[in-house]
């Protein structure tokens, strides 16, 4: 699904990302995680086609990124869901809008629309804020709106970048459940974050980034594939059982 | 569908963004209206410097013994001159007639017809006519000043008339042109630069629009709309106010200033459609190209 080789990104001299190799596979639950400046966003900006890398080559979901033309940019990202800290939703949009613009830009009929978009905001448990507008809402309840407008075209990959950054421990752990639940219908879903208790509740693979190389990438063991989002949940709120000096 | 979700997105955005619409709408109206009132202005004063300019001309007094053979002779000789365009004889009889009905007494007193037979010399273009005269009047041996021909008693000599007409109708003409170009383009300038401000507040939009995808014009169509809409009712709403203006202020005056009546002036539907047409154009493309800059994330 994602295929980094040897990609680097300098930026005015600073190295943002240092000779990066690593692949990801179709299904995968990933996390990226590093200190502020490790080359987080970088490679997040990079699998959008934000950036140009000084060097390297990365294919996402089948496109050598390098081929796709400026033009084709708008139809590359279509493939690709992002989630951001902020959440980047519309100001003087509805939630019910917000989720179907995303629709609206691929060109999906109104009768398109009016199927899918209730479907997204149910799984995302926002059926009775339809027609509140983002300033409305608690900041977990956007977040999930965000979530539900890079899902809406059901992508093959998501990417979420400090989703949590800015929400407190008990609604992260709903969004983070909300990712898995994505992750489970198939998509491959990419996370960045330092939030580390997360990461070792979570015990997915973890990437780990130091001033732009990968120091670290291990399929952080003993958890299962098909664990159901509850069971996910469970763990999540119970407390660290992390053995001591890991 | 896609045409009617550019039009409820432009509608949308107009209504939610009310402030920084009104200000665009608020200068296309400003501006306009300033240039509807200065594109008649300009026209009229222009028209009234050519209507100045075409009397330019110089008269030749033939001798008052002059013959009809002399005559042909020199009407001839001014026709070859280059840049004259129409030569006219006044007979002494036309001219009595003429001058006597202006001033009966005096010619009454005087008994005879003193006026010669005289050629009105029309040039082709009104800044020749110093060329013209110049070949009337070639110079002699002697220093002074003679005619072309000998039966011409004298070639009428309002050069500094002339001059200063021709310098002053220069002058109306090019300071026109100039205010012109200034005023266009402080219009588009300002027009501009109010679009410009109304999508900086939108920036964040057009970059989330961006990251789901949306191809830049799909971005631009809803804004260009937006332009079109503001535009147009800038316009309507200046010509308006111009068309009251109009039926209230200058037709009463019309009948007695000839000016404002002048028929070189723009007819006012030419005008409404000019100032429509640039409201409208300028929004269009101040949105459409402000935006540019925006697109690039």
């Given at each position: 699904?994602i ?6 990104k300098?930026y ?6 240092d000779?990066a ?8 639950f ?7 400046g490790?080359?987080?966003s970088?490679v997040?900006?990079?699998?959008i ?26 139809y590359f990202r ?7 800290q ?5 100001p003087n949009r ?6 179907a ?9 109104r009768?398109?629309i009016?199927?899918?978009?209730p479907?997204i ?7 009775t ?5 983002p300033?409305q ?7 999930r ?5 890079a899902?809406?075209?059901h992508?093959?990959?998501?990417l979420?970048?400090?989703p ?6 008990d609604?992260?752990?709903d969004?983070m459940?909300l990712l898995?639940r994505?992750n ?6 990419l ?5 580390q ?10 990437l780990e980034?130091s ?20 069971d996910?949940?469970?763990r ?5 059982t ?5 | 569908m896609?045409?009617g979700?550019f039009?409820?997105?432009?509608v ?6 009310a402030a ?12 306009l209206l300033v240039l509807?009132?200065f594109i ?5 004063t222009?028209?009234?410097a050519?209507s100045v300019?075409?009397r ?7 001798k008052t013994?002059?013959t009809?053979?002399?005559?042909a ?13 129409t030569?006219?004889l ?8 003429q001058?006597s009905k ?7 007193l005087l008994?005879?017809n ?15 006519v110093?060329?013209?005269h110049?070949a009337l009047?070639p110079p002699?041996?002697g220093g002074?000043?003679g005619?072309?021909?000998p039966s011409?008693?004298?070639v009428?000599?309002?050069r ?7 310098e002053?109708?220069?002058?109306v003409?090019?300071t026109?042109a ?8 402080a ?13 900086y507040a939108?920036?964040r ?7 789901v ?9 809803p804004?260009?709309v937006?332009g079109?809409?503001?535009g147009?009712a800038?316009?309507?709403l200046a010509?308006?106010v ?13 009948s007695?200033?000839?000016?404002i009546?002048?028929p070189?002036t723009?007819?006012?539907t ?5 100032l429509?047409?640039a ?8 949105s459409?190209?402000?935006l ?6």
């Amino acid at each position: 699904m994602i295929d980094f080789r040897g990609v680097s990104k300098l930026y005015a001299g600073d190295v943002g990302l240092d000779q990066a190799t690593f692949s990801i596979e179709r299904g995968e639950f990933v996390f990226l995680v590093g200190s502020t400046g490790s080359g987080k966003s970088t490679v997040m900006r990079l699998l959008i086609k934000e950036l140009e890398p000084t060097a390297g080559v990365i294919r996402v979901a089948g496109h050598d990124l390098d081929q796709v033309s400026r033009k084709r940019v708008p139809y590359f990202r279509r493939n690709v869901g992002v989630v951001f800290q902020d959440f980047k939703l519309l100001p003087n949009r509805t939630v019910y809008d917000n989720v179907a613009y995303a629709l609206q830009v691929t060109g999906g009929s109104r009768k398109e629309i009016r199927a899918k978009v209730p479907d997204i905001l149910r799984l995302t448990g926002l059926s009775t804020k339809l027609h509140n507008f983002p300033h409305q809402l608690s900041g977990g309840e956007q977040q999930r709106v965000s979530v539900a407008r890079a899902f809406v075209n059901h992508p093959p990959l998501l990417l979420a970048d400090e989703p949590t950054g800015n929400l407190d421990p008990d609604t992260s752990i709903d969004i983070m459940r909300l990712l898995y639940r994505i992750n489970r219908t198939g998509t491959t879903v990419l996370v960045a974050t330092h939030d580390q208790a997360m990461v070792d509740k979570m015990r997915r693979r973890v990437l780990e980034l130091s001033r732009g190389r990968i120091v670290r990438d291990e399929a952080a063991g003993f958890y299962t594939r098909d664990e159901t989002t509850r069971d996910l949940a469970r763990r999540l709120r119970a407390p660290s059982t992390r053995p001591p000096g890991l | 569908m896609r045409v009617g979700f550019f039009l409820r997105e432009a509608v949308r955005a107009t209504r939610r963004s009310a402030a920084p619409s009104f200000a665009a709408l608020a200068t296309v109206l400003v501006t306009l209206l300033v240039l509807g009132v200065f594109i008649p202005i300009v026209q009229a004063t222009n028209g009234a410097a050519d209507s100045v300019r075409s009397r330019v001309e110089v008269d030749v007094y033939m001798k008052t013994n002059a013959t009809a053979v002399q005559e042909a002779r020199v009407r001839q000789e001014i026709l070859n001159i280059p840049h004259v365009k129409t030569v006219q004889l006044v007979s002494k009889q036309t001219a009595y007639e003429q001058q006597s009905k202006l001033d009966p007494a005096a010619y009454r007193l005087l008994g005879t017809n003193p006026l010669p037979d005289t050629f009105h010399v029309i040039p082709d273009n009104p800044a020749n006519v110093l060329a013209v005269h110049n070949a009337l009047t070639p110079p002699t041996a002697g220093g002074g000043t003679g005619t072309i021909d000998p039966s011409i008693q004298s070639v009428s000599n309002r050069r500094n008339d002339t001059k200063k007409i021709l310098e002053v109708t220069n002058l109306v003409t090019i300071t026109a042109a100039a205010l012109t170009v200034l005023l266009t383009i402080a219009s588009i300038l300002l027009i501009a630069n109010t679009i410009r401000l109304s999508l900086y507040a939108r920036r964040r939009e057009v970059e989330v629009m961006k990251l789901v995808g949306a191809t830049d014009w799909f971005i631009r169509w809803p804004f260009v709309v937006e332009g079109i809409v503001v535009g147009a009712a800038g316009a309507g709403l200046a010509i308006a106010v111009l068309g009251i203006a109009k039926v209230a202020l200058l037709d009463p005056l019309a009948s007695n200033w000839t000016l404002i009546a002048s028929p070189r002036t723009i007819s006012f539907t030419a005008l409404v459609i000019v100032l429509m047409s640039a409201g409208v154009l300028v929004s269009a493309l101040g949105s459409g190209l402000s935006l540019r800059r925006f697109l690039r994330v």
